[in-house]
């Protein structure tokens, strides 16, 4: 143990002598989780609007004065013409066109039903996608108040009534930082421990003192335990920090027990430290343990269930998910966050992640060859 206790006091040496080191293990995942909620959010705002209204009659002025006045909305061009609408979309000036038909207040009044028509610019999908959903479910609400004015008494409405009401559990207002701000601490917490601690062991490679440390008699599972404690609580640490920053920039404060949150980040920063030793073992520089670092993050955080519903992917990848460690983070940060989930709750995704930490705490160890 004493050699496991010299090995400690290097590696903090070590790392508090490097002030690199220190700014990216604190200032830049600080930076990100103050900057990337901000500009992470999958609502649409301000989508540039071209109306084409060849009826220019009472009811189509209030559909067009009922879209602006959501708020989703920037009307951008107004014509009677298709072929300006449709050059404002080609010069990207605009993302959706909505075109009013001709005799589309007479059609309203004589035949009940018209037909609007709807051009989205797909360049963009996720813009084309959610905008043209905000357009019709606003054209529907605009029907439905139509509707009621033609309706004298509810005796004689000619078609059946059926109120909906709704309610959002666990995020009541649909705030899209309480739900991002839990994942994307995760990925900072995991970027943290992955990259460094794989550049660890390739540095001792590089500056030559890995051949000192195996002529003596220190234990391979000394050695990597001396490569993983610093990291540990440093990932604990900068983890207390982001929770802190989401509790005062956001307003983000966990339902569940933080004791629940750091049993599972405390296994949870074994694994991936584990993964991050293991990758150190394989290779001989620091180059190229970034890019294989690199590599392996940008897996983790496209197929963790970050910014898309795992539900949503393909068979194949919902079975590599079961292989990422960030998935099952990622789940638990937002099921104790939001749904205020306890240790019993988790207890399926704390032994998972008890298992990812042995094997690959238990691979490092073994692929370390210690040399006399």
């Known amino acids: 143990m004493r050699s496991l206790k010299f090995l400690l006091q290097k ?3 070590q790392i508090f002598r490097d002030k690199s080191i220190l700014r990216i293990i604190f ?5 990100q989780l103050l900057i990337l909620p901000l500009a992470a959010d999958y609502e649409m705002k301000n989508i540039s609007l071209s109306v084409v ?7 189509s002025r209030q559909l067009v004065n009922k879209i602006t006045a959501s708020g989703y909305f920037r009307l951008n061009d107004y014509s009677s013409a298709y072929q300006n ?4 979309v080609e010069k990207d000036r605009s993302d959706i066109i909505l075109e009013i038909p001709a005799r589309f207040e007479k059609e309203l009044v004589d035949r009940n039903e018209s037909t609007l028509f709807i051009a989205s610019n797909a360049i963009n ?3 084309a996608g959610l905008g043209s959903a905000y357009l019709q479910s606003i054209i529907r609400d605009y029907n439905r108040e139509v509707r009621m004015e033609w309706v004298q008494a509810p005796r004689f409405s000619p078609e059946l009534t059926i109120d909906i009401t709704s309610s959002n559990w666990f995020n009541s207002f649909l705030n899209y930082k309480k739900f991002m701000v839990p994942g994307i601490l995760v990925v900072l917490v995991t970027m943290v421990g992955a990259f460094l601690t794989s550049l660890n062991i390739v540095r001792e490679k590089e500056i030559g003192t890995i051949e000192q440390i195996n002529v003596t008699p220190v234990k391979k599972y000394h050695f990597i335990l001396g490569k993983l404690i610093p990291f540990w609580l440093l990932g604990l640490v900068v983890m207390s920090l982001g929770l802190l920053i989401a509790g005062l920039i956001y307003h983000i404060v966990p339902e569940g027990s933080f004791l629940t949150i750091y049993v599972f980040a405390g296994v949870y920063l074994l694994a991936v430290l584990g993964l991050g030793l293991l990758v150190s073992t394989y290779t001989s520089n ?4 970034m ?3 690199f590599f392996i993050m940008m897996i983790f955080i496209l197929l ?18 079961k292989f990422n460690p960030v998935t099952y983070f990622i789940e638990v940060m937002r099921s104790v966050v939001l749904k205020g989930s306890g240790l019993g709750d988790i207890g399926r995704q704390l032994m998972i992640m008890a298992g990812f930490a042995v094997f690959l705490n238990g691979w490092a160890i073994l692929n370390y060859r210690k040399r006399a």
């Open 85 to 88: 609408a449709l050059n404002e």
């Open 286 to 289: 620091q180059q190229q343990a």
């Open 11 to 13: 590696e903090f040496r």
């Open 291 to 293: 890019l294989i670092s």
């Open 125 to 127: 999908g996720t813009k």
């Open 304 to 321: 963790g269930g970050l910014y898309t519903s795992i539900d949503s992917m393909p068979v194949w990848a919902q079975w590599v998910t």
């Open 53 to 59: 209204d060849h009826d220019h009659s009472a009811y």
């Open 27 to 31: 200032a830049m995942p600080l930076m």
